[in-house]
């Protein structure tokens, strides 16, 4: 069944492998009238892609995005927006062993027990190489959200035992050094956690935060389509991610009522506000205005270069030690995507909400 | 837009507020040719209902459903099943004082931001008696994951700092106590502490664990549509739910990859099996056939007898004191509705997964 | 698979069947702040309502109407609006005989063969008793359209042979008659022609036209989602259609392009108008603002009290001739369930053009 | 709102413009396990090219298509099927004037006022172009329905007043003429009609037949999934259609129950058949096993090169005789589409169909 695709409204079509002729989006439901070029997707692209770091694959891709459609004089047009990145380097590589093996941690099984037989050059659409597509459409749906004042921040926040510290915050250390942190002092410990990690063919888990402010209220729809349960839905799709915190997340489970509600009180400019948040900027399903805050944690990679046992194909228990080019960390790389899958889901949300009071649907056709 | 439906080829639409005429639910997309009858549906109900315990709503309501189409002979047609839940218990009230304040942690404000006005009389769809509906239509899926032999075990993990201790365990104890705790020395604890909390008008929050065994592997369409996705997305659709975890969850943020990766090894009689379970059954997206397990975090319930800081629409900062007929605890009766949200994930999610292979599409056409 | 749901915005979900409890529609993702009463249904309902005319079955039914959910104080919530009518006039029959025969003209194969069972009392949902959903559902689409100014009128155009006069037009008539047709001449003859078939057990199939006035441009969504596309599947789907024409219909096949094109002229007050309407105001799947026209054609009811040949389970050939209360024709109370259908077809459209270009979604949050 | 995409399980995305960098479609859902490569592909395609009779646009395109993702060792790995067909004719040309007009038959004034502004180069959108992308998908879904035995077969039926004579009915000279008739007294006639037009700058309208063999019974979704509704959708989504029959069609209305009423008998070899076909092999919405028939309408192309009256955007009315590349005829071209979304909407419907019944889900998991 179609599970390619994402979002109702805003609706996008992904497809490709990492060993095939690129990966690639199609956006379906993009309003019209909105500037966009090829600028605009590959600054988000360039902060995925591979081989900038000693803590990524070393192998090398430009992941440079081509538009095919959609666009006519520098602005959407309002019909699908198709984009394509070819995969550029793939190395020849005898896959004859691999094939037969299934690896731990790895999809080899579940694939081919789902399908039958499985693309073994490069775990086919279970390689992280399927994000760059969320990444692409993802930046296309942060334009529109930029032009409501919805702004999404991610970083790093943990590496293995390494966490940020939230006194020393800096926005604008996020996309300053290989590890996407926000906290230049827990930058070096981290990457001498991780150099360990890499000389011993280990690999190291983390977590990644997310706030969105500039919120509109009333955005998510009550009881399944709630906005919470849309960003979890999106979040846990991303490949590695096991956990999904909105707000206080799993401290509310053992906190009392007097201490999880978020008391409201009136702002002199008459704007209500939360004296704490809790909630997450999210209650019943709803936004509420205040900033959306979300906490993912990531597996580490699978992909190790230490000896582990594994079955192969003709009923055997084997010893494997699968070298390759592959992250000791993912969790850098990936702060990008879950930026994508937030700005995809608020997107669809946002434009979805459109229809829920009469009032606006007189006003878009002027009859108020 | 349609927030109030879930699934894609069993697909449920779910009505009704906790101070109209009743909930119900539609199942379009069952199966035609199991045996159903109202008792399969009224037992799981009844888990659910309120009034049964002291740390629960005193409101009285039998939550009795009736079978309204889609049966015949005893048997589904295939054809949609409507189901209803009178609502039987209305208290009259004077709301004039309510109506006009946003109570903290509650969806008074949201629901007014989005709609224009809300049905301030018991919260309309944002009432947990919303969730009627939900038990109903799981207990149909369960029906239907049973003839596959699929098992879904859901209980209470923790009420506020109180734990399970996995070594008490005892599955046999789960329905037999007021908290639907699988261990009996942590119960008496738990009501030792909600005691305390009742007669403070507060509430504690809490966490559910919910294993399913005896699952085929290959359910979860890549990318989207993981199974672990959706059931995210089920699960933080219940409305306290604020973190999720699947398998070793927070934890494998932590872990190195030579920790988190679970081996497979190959039993005496052929099957394949992994030595540790962090995956949660699920890798990929994809079912391995071993347990799926996750945890839900369910924040306390925000209605609560204490003096709180509030706003009221005329702009003005109020205290409020609410009184009424709220849980101190509402973890207990959310375990069937984790296990309903678990149960229709996986129903949809088996069937989408017929079409997956061709093989498949020919054994039902009878041309294999 | 669920088939029984329509729209994707505005979402109907209908159930029942005629010889069960009642038959209902849940209304999920129509706007909040509507003025909706029970008499804005009930008075569609009517027109549809068996047992009127003595070319209608004489099954009487009354087929009143209760909202369940989603109104308050007088107005739409925004939530779900669940509505059933019950079934009342049930005879008891011997249906022994019929559920082993196989009638033409029936689904009686149709259903056998999909579901490997049937119930076959009344048809189940392929009795014209489903469309009572459609109509109470459509009745709420109306509601929202007015407000837009978007009318809908429906008529018998054709019953066997006697065509209405486009010349005796009068809009007045068509609820004035037992056949829902515009032309008092044509109802004298029509009358006549269904009386004979009246007396052989016959029955006549028959044509609906429907012109809606008052239609915003935009509205309908390229490729697939045209509006045409949409209006056809919702005629279609409606149980006797066999044809649908949008515009000149069937008639353009045999004209040229300088035939068929429609000339655009300005008015005096700026206005655009098309000198004549073959495309039926649509164009490329968009409406372009002139009046909707479109037209369906009905089969004659199978359900006749004439001899005919059937095949039994048992692998016999057999003659049959079944009593019933069953219409001569049934185009007439078709009218309004066509009605329906184009109502919920272009609520759902409507709602659905909100966020098309980028300056609608700017105006609903403010930031134009 | 996403407009582009087709199919719920077997689910496509269609993008691309026809002065862009060309057309594609992505198809999400397709089964794993099918043989598939370019040429399955490109022989469909081949018979929707321009350039290749007298009676089409002499825009010369190869149309040659490339497999971007989804195929591995020449099999379908049940992952998304990429695919693009690059423009390569595109003609340097002065669009000043056409882009401030709004021309008769032509999308120019219905995509202005939907989308704000339009791509006035070739269409955009509703360029007759966008159907490659259908051709292709459809290619990919007949070789599904070939493994089941299902077989699609369209001609052209009547171009302008030539109709095709059942009784010269032959299907292998479909394919053998300019204009796809299986008639080649009606071509050479037909041949005649068109030059004369071609020569005023006119065009022709004109119908295409579809039959379906070798289908299965069951197939389609009551109550609005219909098989019949859900084909109609599909083609009244192509460009030109403007009116659709399904079996006796519009002959319906005139017709008596006993003369409409196909009769059932066994056959020797105890398949059930009908001694008529007047419901076209649909009954209730559901396939009953014998040949699918239907029938569309298609509107003459509004481009012409004839002098005609037209408005531009500054407000006056203005006589135009636009020159170009196009085709005096389009339904032969048209054919192949017809067959394409046939076979989409099939393949849908067959895979949906899989979970009906209890039966199935048990065999496909091998619990039967």
Chains 1, 2, 3, 4 share one sequence.
Not at 110 to 137: L, M, N
Request: charged letters at 25%; aromatic letters at 6%.
């Amino acid at each position: 069944m179609s599970g390619s695709m994402y979002g109702t409204i805003f609706r996008i079509s992904t497809w490709g492998e990492s060993h095939g002729k690129g990966v690639g989006v199609t956006i379906d439901g993009c309003p019209s009238g909105i500037s966009l070029c090829e600028d605009d997707i590959q600054k988000d692209l360039d902060k995925r892609k591979p081989g900038q770091s000693p803590f990524s694959t070393p192998r090398k891709e430009k992941d440079e995005v081509e538009i095919l459609s959609g666009i006519f004089e520098g602005k959407t047009t309002g019909t699908p927006i198709a984009m394509i990145v070819r995969n550029t380097n793939q190395r020849s590589y005898d896959y004859t062993e691999i094939s037969k093996i299934y690896r731990p941690g790895h999809t080899d099984y579940t694939y081919d027990q789902k399908y039958g037989f499985r693309d073994y050059r490069g775990g086919g659409r279970s390689s992280g190489r399927e994000t760059t597509a969320r990444v692409a459409a993802g930046a296309v749906a942060k334009k529109i959200l930029s032009e409501i004042g919805i702004k999404i921040t991610g970083y790093t926040s943990s590496i293995g035992p390494i966490k940020v510290n939230k006194d020393h915050f800096k926005e604008e250390e996020i996309w300053n050094n290989f590890l996407s942190m926000p906290d230049v002092e827990a930058v070096k410990l981290a990457e001498e956690y991780l150099t360990k990690l890499k000389e011993q063919g280990n690999s190291s888990g983390g977590s990644i935060e997310c706030i969105v402010s500039g919120m509109p209220s009333g955005l998510g729809e009550p009881v399944f389509e709630k906005l919470d349960a849309n960003l979890a839905k999106g979040l846990m799709s991303v490949g590695a991610v096991k956990a999904i915190e909105i707000g206080a997340g799993i401290e509310v489970a053992t906190k009392t009522g007097i201490e999880n509600n978020d008391f409201y009180q009136y702002q002199e400019d008459g704007r209500i506000i939360k004296e704490s948040n809790n909630a997450g900027g999210i209650i019943g399903g709803i936004s509420d205005g205040s900033d959306i805050f979300l906490k993912v944690y990531i597996k580490p990679t699978p992909s190790i270069e230490m000896t582990q046992r594994a079955v192969n194909k003709n009923g055997e228990n084997v010893m494997i030690n699968v070298e390759g080019r592959h992250d000791p960390i993912i969790v850098p790389r990936a702060v990008i995507v879950v930026e994508a899958m937030v700005a995809l889901t608020l997107v669809d949300m946002l434009l979805l909400n459109m229809s829920t009071k009469m009032d606006n649907v007189l006003k878009v056709y002027n009859k108020d």
